[in-house]
Each structure stands twice: as C-alpha cells, then as structure tokens.
C-alpha cells in the first residue's frame, strides 16, 4: 500500500479511478496500513468503516479525487472464503462498467476476478519481482501469474525499474510484444506524517526491513567488526520480522559486544520513522534486489541510504547526494562504504542536500506514461 498510495496519486489525475483496497488478517498490520481488528459481515467497506480517525486523516487527501475507494476484507483464510469474497468483488467491477483493470499485485484471491477480465479494453499488470528473490520461492504465484499472463485480453505490464523490465523481458520473452513501461518509484511521502518535531539526533546506522535471505543481513554482521575497530562508540541496530525461518547469524553479533540491536519483530510505523529519522544512514546490503521500498521511506525522511549495487538501486541512488553504492555480497567493500560516511560526517553532508532538493522531481515521468497508456481508450474508467 505504501507503493500505491504515491500511485493513486498519479493515477487519479489521469482517470476515473476506482480503488479497491485488499486487507487480511495477516497483511491489517503491514506497511502504511496498520488496523486493530478488521470489521465483519460483508466484503466491501469504505475507509471510515475499517480505519481509525488518525489513519483515515492521514489517508485522505491520497483517497481524494477517486471515483470510489473501498477495502475488500478478507476475514477467512480457506481459499472458498477468498473465492466467495472475490465474487462480490466481480459483480461490483460489472456493475462499474469499467474499460480498465489494474492490478498492482497478482495474488491467489485475484484468481476470482479472471471472469471480469473478459468485458476489459485493457488489462495492466504491476510486476514488483519478475524472478521471485533468493528463500522467497512460491509455485502457487508461479501458477496464478501464468494464467494472468496467457489470458487473451490486452495486457500492459508495469515495472517499478528498468531493471526489473528488463529481468522480465529475458525471463519471459514471448510476452515482449505486450506493452511494457518502467514507472518510477516515489519517495513515500506517507510516512511524514509520523515525523516528530523537534527532529531527534542521529545517533545509529540502520538496516530496515524484512529479515530474509537475499537481504545480506549477515554480510553487514561480518562487515561491521571493521567499521567497529575503527569507530568503536557506533551502533548498529537491524528492524524488521524474519520471514521463512530466516534468523541473523547471532554468533556475529554477539562478536560486536552489545553494538549491535535486532529487533526481530513487526515494527508499527510511529517507531519505523522513528528509527529511520534518527539514522546516521540506511544500509540495504542485499545479495540481489529488484527495486526498494525502504530506499523510498528513507528518502521521504530525508535519510540517506548505502546500498549494493545490485537490481534497481543505481537508478535510485545518486552517488554522493542521497547515499552511496558498494558491491554486493562483500564485506570489506561495504566495511569501507560505511567508514566513508561516517568519515567527516559526510552524511550530514548528504541529509542537507536531501532536505534542499526536490525528491519528486520524477512525476512528469509517471504522468506521460499514464497518457500513453491511457490515451487510446475514450472513457477512462478504472479500477486499481
């Protein structure tokens, strides 16, 4: 949701845009989206009936200017409990008469809204990871995207790279005659209404983000006893929740004699930015990657970010302005970047620079791919 908030506001400028917003039991707590209980009884609910008031304001000025935005509440997790659901989803599309449909993520519920896509002009698909990333392997996705992407209607693919377009296009070529755009990603500007003020000191280097294989978690561990040798009052501290029994190599931070903090859980917004805003600098050491959210929260916050120059990063990062890029799966290279920053200040050097420039200075290129994309179809009714 935190990717697509800065979409709709993209989308609803260029379409009549219908919003249609998936929650489940597991998914009410994640990213932008935070909800104590999710309500009973029907599928579809406006924002007022499943947000509090605080994340409704914070919300509102992304949901207006939509035709409609509704949540689809998923209570059950049988999957003929996801298909009754996606039914009334179905008929309510019907009932839009809608020329387009969206889908920022496929899923295994999306398999109910197939019989929709037979009364489309045009189909967009939103592919995030076309080669699922290393631990994070799925064969029923596999399958749901096949279907998606054999199905005879129009189909426009959406990428948040050139990186991630270009992975596609070599992993699924037959699809290279289908309409294909790289988007660019945003800096997630919702994440500034948790800023608190007077900003804090920034007085740690940080990793964010859920703890998995392909993150280099471990490769940062064994980088850091170098950067510790040589700046020993510095603190490191990894947030975020282990996914597919993934844990960080606890003998390497036991090595850093209480430097280092893991907070191995879900961390609520308030204390994500938090955590981020009080941040030297991020680090995404990953192995491999397409493109990042976390870049994205960093920057909104004005937080620079050292990344591997690995996947989409070096469209994002800008060497010496916004953060810095090392090699990947190395750690005496990202030792050595780490101690870059931290030599001088540099990174302050850097949150100056981030705080006077514009971070959205890429708009005018979502908004002519919009035209492009939606330019050929006379009435512009769509559901995202």
């Not at 200017?65 to 019907?94: D, M, T, W």
């Not at 699922?132 to 189909?155: T, Y």
């Not at 606890?250 to 930015?273: K, M, S």
């Not at 750690?331 to 920053?341: N, Q």
Request: hydrophobic share 40%.
């Amino acid at each position: 949701m935190d990717i697509s908030a800065e979409m709709i506001q993209t989308l609803k400028s260029q379409v009549s845009l219908h919003v249609l917003i998936e929650i489940t039991p597991g998914s009410k707590n994640r990213t932008i989206i935070n909800v104590a209980s999710l309500p009973v009884g029907k599928v579809l609910y406006t924002p007022e009936e499943v947000l509090d008031a605080v994340s409704y304001a914070n919300l509102k000025p992304y949901f207006e200017g939509c035709r409609s935005v509704h949540f689809v509440v998923h209570n059950q997790k049988s999957i003929p409990a996801s298909l009754r659901a996606s039914y009334e989803v179905l008929k309510y599309i019907r009932g839009l008469k809608v020329d387009v449909l969206q889908l920022e993520a496929i899923t295994v519920r999306a398999t109910g809204l197939i019989p929709a896509l037979l009364h489309l002009k045009k189909m967009i698909l939103t592919i995030h990871d076309p080669i699922a990333h290393q631990g994070e392997s799925d064969w029923r996705l596999r399958l749901i995207n096949s279907a998606f992407f054999r199905f005879p209607v129009k189909k426009t693919f959406f990428f948040y790279s050139e990186f991630a377009k270009k992975q596609f296009e070599e992993a699924f070529p037959k699809y290279r005659s289908c309409p294909a755009y790289a988007l660019r990603m945003q800096p997630y500007s919702y994440f500034k209404n948790y800023v608190k003020a007077p900003a804090a000191e920034r007085g740690h280097i940080l990793f964010i983000g859920r703890l998995s294989p392909y993150k280099g978690v471990d490769v940062l561990l064994e980088a850091m006893s170098s950067v510790f040798s040589e700046y020993p009052d510095e603190k490191l501290i990894i947030a975020g929740r282990s996914i597919n029994g993934y844990e960080p190599d606890q003998r390497l931070v036991d090595a850093h004699g209480g430097r280092t903090t893991v907070l191995n859980r879900y961390i609520p917004n308030e204390e994500l930015v938090e955590l981020i805003t009080t941040a030297k600098f991020v680090v995404c050491p990953y192995v491999e990657a397409t493109q990042s959210g976390v870049v994205m929260t960093a920057f909104a916050l004005h937080t620079p970010v050292l990344a591997t120059d690995t996947g989409a990063f070096a469209e994002y990062i800008r060497e010496g302005v916004n953060g810095g890029l090392v090699a990947a799966n190395d750690p005496s290279a990202l030792s050595d970047g780490i101690i870059a920053l931290l030599k001088d200040e540099r990174y302050l050097d850097m949150i100056q620079q981030m705080k006077e420039g514009d971070l959205r200075d890429l708009d005018d290129v979502n908004s002519d791919v919009m035209k492009e994309v939606f330019g050929q179809i006379k009435r512009y009714e769509h559901v995202g």
